[in-house]
C-alpha cells in the first residue's frame, strides 16, 4: 500500500492517478473522503495533515507515503505506523541554508525531519509548476493584458503530471534511497515567452505587462503573508535560486521526456474559460 497525502492537490491528484493506472495499491488521504473526486481503485481516507495523531489509519499497513512539506510530525507518524519508505516533496531552495527565508526554513526543516526519520527517503526539489501560469486567469477573463510578476525570471516551469510520474517511479521501487532529485521541465521560459504560448493555445493576442518590483510588492502583499513576500523577493529578485536550469530527470526516471508548456497549456485549455 503507498498512501498520498495532499491527495486532491496539483502533484497529489497526478500521483493518485499515476499510481492507480501502474496497479499499485492507492490510499489518498483527503479531508472529507465524501467529497474526494478520486480514480477508481483509489482509497480515499480521512486525515489532516496539521494533526498527525489524526494519521494513523491513513498509514496503517502502508509500504510507503508521498508526503508534502510543511507539515511537522507527519513523517514521525508514518513511521510509527510502520511505514519504511517516504518521498518528500520539498522545493529548490531548501539546500540554501538560509533560515532567514521563510518558505527556505519551513523546507529544510521538512527535509530534516525525514532525513532524521531512519526510514528509507528521497526528496523532490522541483522547478516551479507550470500550473503557476492559473494564477492568469483572473486576468484573462477580463481581457487580453496580463501583468507579470518578476518578468524578467525564467524559469525551467514541469507540469505537475510529470513530477507525480517521478514520484510514482520513485515509490514503487527502493532504488532511490538517499538521493535528492531535481525534476524539471525541458526548457527555461519567462513569464512573456509563457504568455506568448497561451496566446497562441487559446487563438487570442495577448500582451504581457512587465510589473515593477514595487508594484509586485504591493500586489502580494494584499494576498500573501510578508514573510512569504519577502521570501519571493529573495528568490527571483536577489536571486537566491536559478530555477532556469534544465535537468534530465524527468526522462532518466520515466522514460520519457517532460512536456513542454505548449502542451500543458493544451491540456488545460478549459482552465483559462
Avoid: K
Amino acid at each position: 500500500m503507498i498512501v498520498v497525502t495532499g491527495a486532491t492537490g496539483n502533484v497529489g491528484a497526478e500521483l493518485v492517478g499515476a499510481l492507480v493506472a501502474a496497479g499499485e495499491p492507492v490510499r489518498a488521504v483527503v479531508r472529507d473522503p465524501r467529497m474526494a473526486n478520486l480514480p477508481e481503485g483509489a482509497q480515499p481516507v480521512a486525515g489532516d495533515l496539521t494533526d498527525p495523531g489524526s494519521l494513523a489509519e491513513a498509514f496503517a499497513g502502508a509500504r510507503a507515503a508521498f508526503v508534502l512539506p510543511g507539515y511537522p510530525g507527519v513523517v514521525a507518524a508514518a513511521q510509527d505506523s510502520g511505514v519504511r519508505q517516504i518521498v518528500l516533496l520539498s522545493g529548490s531552495s531548501a539546500g540554501t541554508g538560509n533560515d532567514h527565508n521563510a518558505i527556505t526554513r519551513y523546507m529544510a526543516a521538512s527535509e530534516a525531519e525525514v532525513t532524521g526519520s531512519g526510514s528509507s527517503w528521497t526528496i523532490l526539489r522541483p522547478s516551479a509548476f507550470m500550473s503557476n501560469a492559473l494564477r492568469w486567469v483572473p486576468q484573462l477573463r477580463e481581457g487580453d493584458t496580463v501583468r507579470a510578476q518578476f518578468p524578467t525570471v525564467a524559469t525551467a516551469s514541469i507540469d505537475p503530471a510529470d513530477l507525480a510520474a517521478v514520484a510514482a517511479a520513485v515509490l514503487r521501487t527502493d532504488a532511490h534511497h538517499g538521493e535528492i532529485l531535481w525534476p524539471t521541465g525541458p526548457q527555461a521560459l519567462r513569464p512573456a515567452d509563457q504568455i506568448e504560448i497561451l496566446g497562441r493555445v487559446l487563438g487570442r493576442d495577448l500582451r504581457c505587462v512587465p510589473m515593477s518590483n514595487d508594484e509586485t510588492r504591493t500586489e502580494l502583499l494584499a494576498t500573501t503573508p510578508p514573510e512569504y513576500v519577502e521570501a519571493f523577493f529573495d528568490f527571483y529578485v536577489a536571486g537566491a535560486i536559478d530555477e532556469s536550469i534544465v535537468r534530465s530527470t524527468v526522462q532518466d526516471l520515466t522514460g520519457a521526456a517532460p512536456r513542454t508548456f505548449d502542451r500543458w497549456a493544451r491540456d488545460h485549455m478549459s482552465a483559462f474559460g
